[in-house]
């Protein structure tokens, strides 16, 4: 079973923030580079929007799988700036449908380290009430390290969404073709969102911040026309 770890940054100074993020890196290479890792950054809450932006991209760019936002006052902030900066999707860990928390140690004796450390909480988010009115309709494959949002809607895509690619909507996804990457639906808050694909083999799932990663998922999940709704704070898997 792989775990998810939150990384959680106490400085937004670009050279010793990679500094520290790459010698966490260099420690285990193969593992940092695979592991989901929701970036908490309340401790910077008081930082400006775009020295949280450049973190999160400084993050990504030492190669750690980021696959969303600590859910808390940041994670609200940028979301309202959300037409300016790329945002990413806000968890609640605790979240994860059927699966135990984890903590993967990254502890660094540097100073202003961006040290990681379990969230044991269970409580699940507060709904929020989501805008949803339009559809983003893609009709063209979306490939590895592509990211299409759709804002206030649900999204269509009508050919395959490869490993490496990540979809997010306000409202539900539907993809009318295999599904190798990530599908994030609801990440306003809609707990109502529902995420189909023609043929399921995802990397990541999530419905309003509650996720399963590929490990999760049962061989009896995968396969033709799969449907996946929120139940209670665990996510469902149904043939179609």
């Known amino acids: 079973m792989m775990l998810v770890s939150v990384l959680r940054v106490y400085q937004t100074d670009p050279k010793a923030l990679g500094a520290a993020l790459a010698a966490r890196r260099q420690q285990a290479p193969e593992l940092m580079g695979d592991m989901p890792i ?24 030492e190669g750690f799988n980021l696959i969303g936002l600590q859910a808390g006052e940041v994670a609200e902030r940028l979301q309202s700036y959300a037409e300016l900066f790329d945002v990413l999707p806000v968890l609640q860990l605790g ?27 269970k409580s699940a988010p507060a709904e929020v009430a989501a805008v949803h009115s339009t559809t983003r309709v893609v009709d063209q494959p979306v490939r590895s390290g592509q990211q299409i949002y759709a804002r206030g809607g649900d999204l269509i895509v009508t ?10 909507a306000d409202g539900h996804i539907h993809v009318l073709g295999p599904l190798r990457g990530r599908a994030l639906a609801g990440v306003r808050g809609m707990t109502t969102a529902c995420i189909f694909c023609r043929r399921l083999d ?5 419905i309003a911040g509650h996720y399963r990663i590929a490990e999760d998922i049962t061989e009896s999940e995968r396969g033709e026309n799969q449907l996946v709704t929120l139940d209670g704070e665990s996510l469902k898997i149904v043939g179609v």
């Open 95 to 121: 979240g994860r449908g059927g699966a135990p928390g984890g903590e993967v140690p990254l502890e660094d004796s540097s100073p202003a380290p961006a040290r990681a450390a379990a969230a044991p909480e």
């Open 159 to 168: 050919g395959p969404v490869s490993a490496g690619a990540e979809l997010l």
């Open 202 to 206: 995802a990397e990541l799932l999530s």
């Open 38 to 61: 929701v970036l908490d950054l309340e401790a910077v809450a008081e930082s400006l929007e775009s020295d949280l932006q450049a973190t999160i991209e400084r993050v990504r760019a």
